[in-house]
């Protein structure tokens, strides 16, 4: 069955980096975007970031662009999120997502997506 696990959240100053990785397995990645969502208490779950590597269509939400960056390996079936002058307010609980995709990264992001993982936090403080 289609697992995603996210690993590498942790606790970081502010300016400082980390790079989140979600470990995908179960289904033929190459047919599926695999996105990033955010949520912090209190709010409501934001879509960060997507990539479709087949076609080369990404997605970044404006609050992360030219901070954050996606990327996959398809040999490893891993997709990551490197996350650099990470800021307080990037503090959340980050979930990779999946979902079967045929047309841009940007089409996906305000849909429902079928497949998550568990989860991972990210702490941003002195």
């Known amino acids: 069955q289609v697992q995603l696990v996210e690993s590498g959240g942790g606790l970081v100053q502010p300016g400082g980096s980390l790079r989140l990785s979600c470990a995908a397995s179960?289904?033929?990645?190459?047919?599926?975007?695999i996105g990033w969502f955010r949520q912090a208490p209190g709010k409501e779950r934001e879509g960060v970031s997507c990539?479709?590597?087949?076609?080369?269509?990404?997605y970044l939400s404006d609050s992360v662009k030219g901070r954050f960056t996606s990327s996959r390996d398809n040999v490893t079936h891993t997709v990551y999120l490197q996350m650099n002058s990470l800021k307080t307010e990037d503090t959340a609980v980050y979930y990779c997502?999946?979902?079967?995709?045929?047309?841009?990264?940007?089409?996906?992001?305000?849909?429902?997506?079928?497949?998550w993982g568990q989860g991972t936090q990210v702490t941003v403080s002195t």
């Open positions: 179960g289904f033929f990645l190459d047919y599926y975007a």
């Open positions: 990539i479709r590597e087949s076609e080369g269509s990404t």
């Open positions: 997502a999946a979902v079967v995709a045929n047309r841009d990264c940007s089409a996906y992001m305000s849909r429902s997506w079928p497949y």
